[in-house]
């Protein structure tokens, strides 16, 4: 079998060398010319895939090995009979941790106690679900939008969660989006924040946005952040990925280059999830486990002492693993240089190894109950002693 891969597939080898023979490119430079023999395409979000790529090939199997889909023309693979496989949930929960990370940021900035306000959030799948789950815990008040889960599975959420995107975003403090870039049909998300609702957006409200960067109409945040600064912005996600625009990082509260699930766990399982679905497919045996691949954590114990406080605890634990204003740090020292395309490529290619919460054992006194209950309610792993 003959596969071609984005490069920047980790243990793309370790994983696939034993299925047939890879030929690695930048995802960017995967051309139609290196497909006309290829039999499996495996990609990540960079690569547009469609007839201008495949129609000339011979691939029988395109993986993805990210959640979103939006750079896949599915119709046109079904149509051509042509199998497909992405990794649903693989990334989820460094989302999840990349929005932590930007909320406890924000609360000991701004001087607020994430208690004491409503989140938002607009989509909840795998990642908002998780989301949802996470700060529910720690005693976060939270409504949800999402029509098309409601409207399967009412019973998904507490009843009183559920909100229409106008009530949520009058009504939440913090509006976290997670939804796939949907352009047309019942429920389109293509600027779902348009030009009206972030004008009638109330002052002070905080907008994370690490679903796709066109669900927000990013014109018109510019426009409102240019006029009026009085929204707090987190943006992972841009319209025009990699050439987005560099005046808007300026105006965000917190920006990076579409790193939210570039934990190394979430890419790993990505990689895992495509390869048990392209052995599936081919009725191939899997013979390797992610386990057996994963490296050791740098960090893997804390230990602390019957002092730290539970608020102190959190904050300290979180930053520890996952402390997103590097991130944001690195790409406006990168603009300083390069342009944005040029700033997103490097550092999502030179990405630091960043593991996920729940790789930490964190060591307690056995009389740190509350500390430890909040610390599993976010995903990591306690022992109280
Ligand atoms: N920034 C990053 O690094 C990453 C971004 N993502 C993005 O996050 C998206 C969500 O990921 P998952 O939660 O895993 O996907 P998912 O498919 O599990 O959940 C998406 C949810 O959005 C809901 N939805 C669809 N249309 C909607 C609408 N008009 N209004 C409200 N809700 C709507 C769906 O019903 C579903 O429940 C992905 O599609 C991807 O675009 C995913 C991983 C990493
Ligand atoms: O999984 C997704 O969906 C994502 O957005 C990925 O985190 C994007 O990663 P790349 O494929 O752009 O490396």
Same mark, same amino acid.
């Given at each position: 079998?003959?596969?071609?891969?984005?490069?920047?597939?980790?243990?793309?080898?370790?994983?696939?060398?034993?299925?047939?023979?890879?030929?690695?490119?930048?995802?960017?430079?995967?051309?139609?010319?290196?497909?006309?023999?290829?039999?499996?395409?495996?990609?990540?979000?960079?690569?547009?895939?469609?007839?201008?790529?495949?129609?000339?090939?011979?691939?029988?199997?395109?993986?993805?090995?990210?959640?979103?889909t939006d750079h896949i023309d599915l119709k046109w693979l079904?149509?051509?009979?042509?199998?497909?496989?992405?990794?649903?949930?693989?990334? %989820?929960?460094?989302?999840?941790?990349?929005?932590?990370?930007?909320?406890?940021?924000?609360?000991?900035?701004?001087?607020?106690?994430?208690?004491?306000?409503?989140?938002?959030?607009?989509?909840?799948?795998?990642?908002?679900?998780?989301?949802?789950?996470?700060?529910?815990?720690?005693?976060?008040?939270?409504?949800?939008?999402?029509?098309?889960?409601?409207?399967?599975?009412?019973? %998904?959420?507490?009843?009183?969660?559920?909100?229409?995107?106008?009530?949520?975003?009058?009504?939440?403090?913090?509006?976290?989006?997670?939804?796939?870039?949907?352009?047309?049909?019942?429920?389109?998300?293509?600027?779902?924040?348009?030009?009206k609702r972030i004008q009638n957006l109330a002052a002070g409200?905080?907008?994370?946005?690490?679903?796709?960067?066109?669900?927000?109409?990013?014109?018109?945040?510019?426009?409102?952040?240019?006029?009026?600064?009085?929204?707090?912005?987190?943006?992972?996600?841009?319209?025009?990925?990699?050439?987005?625009?560099?005046?808007?990082?300026?105006?965000?509260?917190?920006?990076?280059?579409?790193?939210?699930?570039?934990?190394?766990?979430?890419?790993?399982?990505?990689?895992?999830?495509?390869?048990?679905?392209?052995?599936?497919?081919?009725?191939?045996?899997?013979?390797?486990?992610?386990?057996?691949?994963?490296?050791?954590?740098?960090?893997?114990?804390?230990?602390?002492?019957?002092?730290?406080?539970?608020?102190?605890?959190?904050?300290?634990?979180?930053?520890?693993?996952?402390?997103?204003?590097?991130?944001?740090?690195?790409?406006?020292?990168?603009?300083?240089?390069?342009?944005? %395309?040029?700033?997103?490529?490097?550092?999502?290619?030179?990405?630091?190894?960043?593991?996920?919460? %729940?790789?930490?054992?964190?060591?307690?006194?056995?009389?740190?109950?509350?500390?430890?209950?909040?610390?599993?309610?976010?995903?990591?792993?306690?022992?109280?002693?």
């Amino acid at each position: 079998m003959r596969i071609i891969a984005d490069e920047n597939i980790p243990l793309v080898q370790e994983f696939f060398a034993d299925i047939g023979k890879i030929k690695v490119y930048l995802g960017r430079d995967i051309k139609a010319k290196y497909l006309k023999e290829a039999d499996v395409l495996l990609v990540r979000s960079v690569t547009q895939v469609d007839a201008d790529l495949l129609q000339h090939s011979g691939v029988r199997f395109v993986g993805t090995s990210t959640i979103g889909t939006d750079h896949i023309d599915l119709k046109w693979l079904k149509n051509q009979k042509i199998a497909f496989a992405n990794a649903p949930g693989s990334n %989820a929960e460094s989302v999840v941790e990349y929005v932590l990370s930007a909320l406890v940021y924000l609360e000991e900035r701004e001087g607020f106690e994430l208690q004491d306000k409503t989140v938002g959030i607009i989509g909840a799948g795998n990642v908002g679900g998780r989301l949802y789950e996470r700060l529910h815990q720690v005693g976060v008040n939270i409504l949800i939008n999402d029509p098309p889960l409601q409207s399967k599975n009412e019973q %998904a959420f507490p009843e009183s969660c559920w909100a229409d995107l106008d009530t949520l975003l009058e009504q939440a403090d913090i509006i976290s989006l997670h939804t796939p870039l949907i352009s047309s049909g019942v429920h389109p998300t293509h600027h779902l924040l348009d030009k009206k609702r972030i004008q009638n957006l109330a002052a002070g409200k905080i907008i994370i946005n690490s679903g796709r960067g066109a669900v927000i109409d990013t014109q018109a945040l510019k426009k409102r952040l240019q006029t009026q600064e009085d929204l707090l912005t987190v943006l992972d996600v841009w319209e025009q990925e990699p050439h987005f625009d560099a005046e808007l990082v300026k105006l965000v509260t917190l920006a990076t280059p579409h790193i939210a699930g570039y934990s190394l766990d979430g890419k790993l399982r990505g990689t895992e999830m495509v390869c048990q679905s392209l052995c599936q497919h081919f009725g191939l045996p899997m013979r390797k486990q992610l386990g057996q691949l994963i490296p050791e954590p740098p960090l893997r114990k804390i230990n602390f002492s019957a002092q730290m406080l539970p608020e102190q605890g959190v904050r300290t634990l979180i930053r520890a693993c996952y402390d997103v204003r590097s991130d944001d740090l690195a790409l406006r020292l990168a603009l300083r240089t390069l342009t944005p %395309a040029q700033a997103y490529d490097q550092l999502r290619r030179d990405y630091p190894v960043r593991r996920e919460f %729940a790789n930490v054992r964190v060591e307690l006194k056995s009389k740190q109950k509350a500390l430890a209950q909040k610390l599993i309610s976010l995903g990591f792993k306690v022992k109280l002693n």
